[in-house]
């Protein structure tokens, strides 16, 4: 903790609470922000894209980078269950800080991610939530000063765990690498993309670039590719006329065919069942995100 509390931390400059029946979400581009999940399954989209699926307890950073790297814009997003059962109120816990592109987070990725579990394991971070939270639960103008005077510590916890993550390697070299391969991928969503392809861009080894992928992102990367292809499948059918053909080759697929069972398989129903439900309901495409397996 020492060198994280050493380092040119930002200051904390806002902090809310925000929570409510899903669909609802935030915006997060810059200056840089923390977010907490206490409740409801979320969903991070980076520059209109969907790219990780947030779950109760997962806490991700975003904006962080070094000086001139391109800005990102994100957001949060909460999502209804996919039964159609009644909603339970979602509630996400969100700071922000000044920019500091020469401090502490500079060396880092755009989207740092920690799963809940990590979370939990991690004693120091798991209590100033506990302690942000329950300063945001009472509204008054004391309890709004001890939450501001959290976030410092927050921010330092929260790059103690994600170093420690790191496994020996400098956090920052691993966020970069991690980093590159998601820009590829979102770049070039159709491309036949292998473990061993994305290894190579990145600069790992195949056994290390999966290990790391799946420990900065929360899925492994051929399910996250997975993840994007239907999320961006989801997108032109429920918006637009395109042949399930011209779709297909879209997102990566041969045939009509093998886009069709890989859409079902995902969602749950056809490509055109899918068109049908989204257009009849008139309300937007909601895909469950998806998870790494415990």
């Not at 009472?138 to 309890?143: D, F, I, K, L, T």
């Not at 991928?185 to 993309?193: F, N, Y």
Request: aromatic fraction near 6%.
């Amino acid at each position: 903790m020492a060198d994280e509390m050493g380092r040119q931390l930002p200051r904390g400059v806002a902090v809310s609470r925000r929570h409510g029946a899903p669909p609802w979400g935030v915006s997060a581009g810059d200056p840089p922000s923390l977010h907490v999940v206490v409740q409801g399954s979320f969903f991070l989209a980076q520059d209109g894209a969907r790219v990780l699926g947030l779950e109760p307890g997962d806490v991700v950073l975003l904006g962080a980078g070094p000086r001139g790297a391109a800005p990102r814009e994100h957001s949060l997003r909460c999502v209804a269950p996919s039964s159609g059962a009644a909603s339970a109120p979602a509630e996400l816990l969100s700071a922000t800080y000044a920019a500091a592109p020469d401090g502490a987070l500079a060396a880092l990725a755009p989207v740092v991610h920690l799963p809940g579990g990590e979370v939990r394991r991690a004693q120091g971070l798991s209590a100033v939530v506990s302690l942000l939270r329950a300063a945001l639960a009472e509204p008054s103008a004391g309890q709004e000063r001890l939450a501001r005077s959290l976030l410092e510590p927050l921010l330092a916890y929260t790059l103690h765990c994600h170093g420690r993550a790191g496994d020996g390697r400098a956090a920052g070299a691993f966020d970069r690498r991690v980093a590159r391969a998601l820009q590829l991928i979102q770049e070039k969503l159709a491309a036949r993309w292998t473990i061993e392809a994305l290894a190579r861009a990145a600069g790992l080894s195949r056994a290390a670039f999966a290990r790391r992928f799946l420990a900065e992102v929360g899925v492994p990367p051929l399910r996250y590719v997975a993840e994007l292809r239907m999320q961006r499948a989801a997108e032109l059918l429920a918006e637009g006329d395109r042949s399930l053909a011209s779709v297909a080759a879209e997102v990566g697929y041969d045939s009509e065919f093998a886009f069709s069972r890989a859409f079902k398989r995902h969602t749950g129903e056809a490509p055109g069942a899918f068109r049908r439900r989204s257009r009849s309901q008139g309300a937007p495409f909601r895909l469950p995100p998806v998870r790494a397996a415990a």
